[in-house]
């Protein structure tokens, strides 16, 4: 049986690298933008006792800011408190009993798709008190924003052009090894330029993504404190692994680029570059949509496309260059081979850039109601443009300098002007590129959640009912009445209001009326005497039921059901 070729074992590589990120990738939940399902105390309640702790539960695991979770008192004085996040709940535990009067608790969390959520609520303790403090939701200052956008737009330029280079000098590039070393010269040195980059983006997005989190200003970003979050974060490592990949591509591209007798550094080049793409899906929306398989899949071939496409385009521009010194039909039939593998590039840009669009977005709603939605507007507007470029070369300015350079390779030759036309549209694509890299780093910074569903972060919808149960009554309360994981708390009083000890545990299901689907059984918990917890998840917006039935004696069953009205 003939051993695998030099370059189906460089390729083995490739696949390796991007199926063990994948897998370690899709190992996390896929939820969504974090959103609050309820607190306890509630928002606005009057207890008669202090508790010993403030509990805040999401739908999905979360990570607290504890730096910008506090407890205030009514005179807004701080009260001291620790908070921890526990999976989907953050702890929020006083060191000491709260006296009487209105307390106001303002959190900050940070979702799977590392977006901060922020909000506030208050409770008070025996009696709320005459004044209590207005406590604003903080947000990362202007300048901040800016400046990670930026960042962010560095890092992908960077990893890009170095990934991009590999594919481009060790797949396409139609030159014999230890040929054109000009050419070669030039593709290492942009390859070094967009090393450090990347290197600088990578490092610098660890602090300016802790206090952006944090909802800080671009002076946190130098505090200790703000290094120090942001090192166990999942950026710091997202980073490390682009910068080894980065790393190994860039060293191990000019040895892989002079000799063909060995594979591994070419397995070697591509693995690395491969990392480093596969990296920048690490952090980002795309963890927390799902299916994990379908959403994680189409990134990593979106920006792996994107990349050889970047990297095909500057390459190109180097080998039409007059300085390249490439032999004419050399280059000529580079500009053939990427053009027949850019059409494949449009298609796969094409196909996953429609997938994560309709499981980020969503909906025209979102498309059109967010900053996420427009600013994909906008980047779907410039790559129309590049692909336009791109056609025009393909189906027009490639044939033509094909056919010219048949003829005498002079500098006022048809073939010689057919380069120099087709350098100027590859250079505009180029420069085009690089515009939609911009435009991504701002787009990774904003939530594809719409307004509406951020306001559901700070000030749920609660559904608030109190229906008879025989002699006696229950109370439910459903948080916060929109699509997705709800709250449902139960309260059974008797007729004097004291608790109500059922002979068996109710039992819980939940029907929508149109479409008719349902009943789905869920089980409640115990919290307390006569108290009771669930989560319900409402998968569609419309009229649903819950229905409780409660066996408050051996021949009493009284059943009730509470209308919600779910919303998108």
């Known amino acids: 049986m003939p051993r695998p070729g030099p370059w189906c074992r460089a ?28 607190t306890d105390p509630r928002d606005g309640a009057v207890l008669d006792a202090p508790p010993d702790e403030v509990t805040i539960t999401f739908n999905e695991p979360v990570r607290v800011v504890a730096e910008s979770t506090t407890v205030l008192a009514a005179d807004g004085s701080a009260v001291a408190a620790t908070a921890v996040a526990v999976d989907d709940t953050v702890v929020i535990t006083p ?14 969390v940070v979702s799977l798709d590392t977006h901060p959520v922020a909000g506030a609520f208050s409770f008070s303790v025996g009696a709320p008190s005459d004044t209590s403090v207005d406590v604003p939701v903080t947000e990362p200052t202007a300048a901040l924003v800016a400046t990670r956008a930026i960042d962010q737009a560095a890092g992908y330029a960077g990893t890009f052009l170095v990934a991009g280079l590999v594919v481009f000098e060790l797949l396409v590039l139609q030159v014999t090894p230890g040929a054109a070393a000009a050419l070669r010269r030039r593709l290492q040195r942009l390859r070094r330029i967009g090393l450090v ?37 999942d950026t710091a490592v997202a980073g490390g692994l682009g910068l080894a990949g980065l790393v190994t591509a860039t060293l191990a591209a000019p040895r892989a680029g ?25 952090v980002g929306h795309t963890r927390t949509f799902g299916p994990a398989w379908l959403v994680l899949a189409s990134d990593v071939l979106h920006v792996s496309a994107g990349a050889v496409w970047l990297g095909g385009v500057v390459g ?54 967010t900053d996420y939605g427009r600013t994909l507007l906008v980047k779907t507007g410039l790559a129309l443009c590049v692909v336009a470029i791109a056609a025009w070369n393909r189906y027009r300015l490639v044939p033509a300098a094909a056919v010219a350079e048949r003829g005498p390779a002079t ?50 919808e609660t559904v608030d009912v109190t229906e008879d149960l025989g002699e006696g009554t229950l109370q439910a309360r459903v948080t916060p009445g929109r699509v997705g994981v709800n709250s449902l708390e139960v309260v059974l009083l008797d007729g004097d209001g004291a608790p109500v000890e059922p002979v068996s545990p109710p039992e819980l299901t939940t029907t929508l009326a149109d479409p008719a ?41 009284p059943i009730v059901d509470i209308p919600v009205e779910v919303t998108s």
């Open 11 to 38: 390729m083995a590589a490739v696949v390796g690298a991007v199926a063990g990120l994948l897998v370690i990738l899709t190992g996390g939940p896929a939820a969504a933008h974090a959103v609050l399902v309820g």
């Open 316 to 369: 190109l521009a180097l080998v039409l260059a007059p300085s390249a010194e490439l032999e004419p039909r050399r280059a000529a039939v580079t500009v053939a081979r990427f053009s027949t593998l850019g059409a494949w590039l449009v298609l796969a840009l094409a196909l996953t850039g429609v997938t994560l669009g309709w499981r980020v977005v969503g909906t025209a709603d979102a498309l059109l109601g």
């Open 411 to 460: 500098a006022g030759s048809p073939g010689a002007v057919a380069r120099r036309r087709l350098g100027r549209t590859v250079a505009a694509e180029a420069v085009l590129l690089g515009v939609v890299l911009v435009t991504t780093g701002v787009l990774v910074s904003n939530s594809p959640v719409s307004p509406a569903a951020d306001d559901v972060a700070t000030a749920p």
């Open 197 to 233: 980059v990347a290197g600088v983006a990578l490092a610098a997005a660890i602090p300016l993504t802790s206090a952006w989190q944090a909802g800080a200003g671009l002076g946190a970003v130098v505090a200790p404190a703000t290094w120090a979050a942001g090192m166990g974060s």
């Open 95 to 108: 060191d000491g009993p709260l006296g009487t009067g209105t307390y106001v608790v303002s959190w900050r």
């Open 258 to 282: 002079r000799e063909t007798r060995a594979a591994w550094p070419a397995g070697l080049a591509l693995g690395g570059a491969a990392l480093a793409l596969g990296a920048l899906v690490v």
């Open 517 to 557: 689907i349902g009943p789905f059984t869920h089980p409640l918990t115990e919290t307390g005497p006569g108290t009771y917890e669930a989560t319900l998840d409402l998968t569609m917006p419309g009229s649903w039921t819950v229905t409780l039935s409660v066996r408050t004696s051996k021949y009493e069953n």
